[in-house]
Antibody, heavy 119, light 107 residues
Framework: EVQLVESGGGLVQPGRSLRLSCAAS????????MHWVRQAPGKGLEWVSG????????GYADSVKGRFTISRDNAKNSLYLQMNSLRAEDTALYYC????????????WGQGTLVTVSS | EIVMTQSPATLSVSPGERATLSCRAS??????LAWYQQKPGQAPRLLIY???TRATGVPARFSGSGSGTEFTLTISSLQSEDFAVYYC?????????FGQGTKLEIK
C-alpha cells in the first residue's frame, strides 16, 4: 500500500525558514517523480514544486521560485521542501504527491502538513 | 504559465441526474489533463488522467473527454458520495497548474 506521510509543518514568523519532509513507503521511491502541492485555507490547489526520480530536474511555481528548494533522498525514501523567506501567503496545507509512471499527474497524495506563517 | 479555468464555480444537481463540469486551458495541453475529487478534510483523489482514462477503482459513471484546450468531466448519474469539489490539472508543462475548482452540491 502506497503511503506518503508529511511532517515538519507548524507556526513560523514571516521571513523565517521551515523544512518539510515526506516519508514514502509501499512503492519503489526512486522510480518516480515527486511533487509538493499546497492548499491555502478554504482555497484551491496550487502546485508548488516537483523533482524527477534522480533529482536531475526540478520545477517551481513562480510564487516560490528562489525561496523554496525541493530535494529528495532516495536511500531514505524521503522528499523534502526547504522553505525560506516565508510570507503570510505561504500559509497552507502542504501535500506530498507521487507522480505516476506513465505521466506526470499525481496518483497518490499524503494527508498534508499545515504551515502557518504569522507573527 | 498555463492558466486553467473551470466552470461553473458551483453546480447544483439532484441525485441521479447528470453533471457536466468544464475546464479550459489558456494554451494547448494536448491530452495531459487530469481530474481530481476532493471531499472536506480529505486529500484529493485522482479520477481521470490522460483526459479520458479512469484511474483504478473509479466508477464507470465518471468519464472525461477533450483535448487541446477544452475538457469535460461528466458524472452520468450522481450518487450521494459524488458531491465534492472537482479540480482539473494540466501536467503538460512545468509549472503545472490547477483550475480553481467546481463545487458540486446537492440540489
Amino acid at each position: 500500500e502506497v503511503q506518503l506521510v508529511e511532517s515538519g509543518g507548524g507556526l513560523v514568523q514571516p521571513g523565517r525558514s521551515l523544512r518539510l519532509s515526506c516519508a514514502a513507503s509501499g512503492f519503489t521511491f526512486d522510480d518516480y517523480a515527486m511533487h509538493w502541492v499546497r492548499q491555502a485555507p478554504g482555497k484551491g490547489l496550487e502546485w508548488v514544486s516537483g523533482i524527477s526520480w534522480n533529482s536531475g530536474s526540478t520545477g517551481y511555481a513562480d510564487s516560490v521560485k528562489g525561496r523554496f528548494t525541493i530535494s529528495r533522498d532516495n536511500a531514505k525514501n524521503s522528499l523534502y521542501l526547504q522553505m525560506n523567506s516565508l510570507r503570510a501567503e505561504d500559509t497552507a496545507l502542504y501535500y506530498c504527491a507521487k507522480g505516476a509512471m506513465d505521466g506526470y499527474y499525481f496518483d497518490y497524495w499524503g494527508q498534508g502538513t499545515l504551515v502557518t506563517v504569522s507573527s | 504559465e498555463i492558466v486553467m479555468t473551470q466552470s461553473p464555480a458551483t453546480l447544483s444537481v439532484s441525485p441521479g441526474e447528470r453533471a457536466t463540469l468544464s475546464c479550459r486551458a489558456s494554451q494547448s495541453v494536448s491530452s495531459n489533463l487530469a481530474w481530481y475529487q476532493q471531499k472536506p478534510g480529505q486529500a484529493p483523489r485522482l479520477l481521470i488522467y490522460g483526459a479520458s482514462t479512469r484511474a483504478t477503482g473509479v466508477p464507470a459513471r465518471f468519464s472525461g473527454s477533450g483535448s487541446g484546450t477544452e475538457f469535460t468531466l461528466t458524472i452520468s448519474s450522481l450518487q450521494s458520495e459524488d458531491f465534492a469539489v472537482y479540480y482539473c490539472h494540466q501536467y503538460n508543462n512545468w509549472p503545472y497548474s490547477f483550475g480553481q475548482g467546481t463545487k458540486l452540491e446537492i440540489k
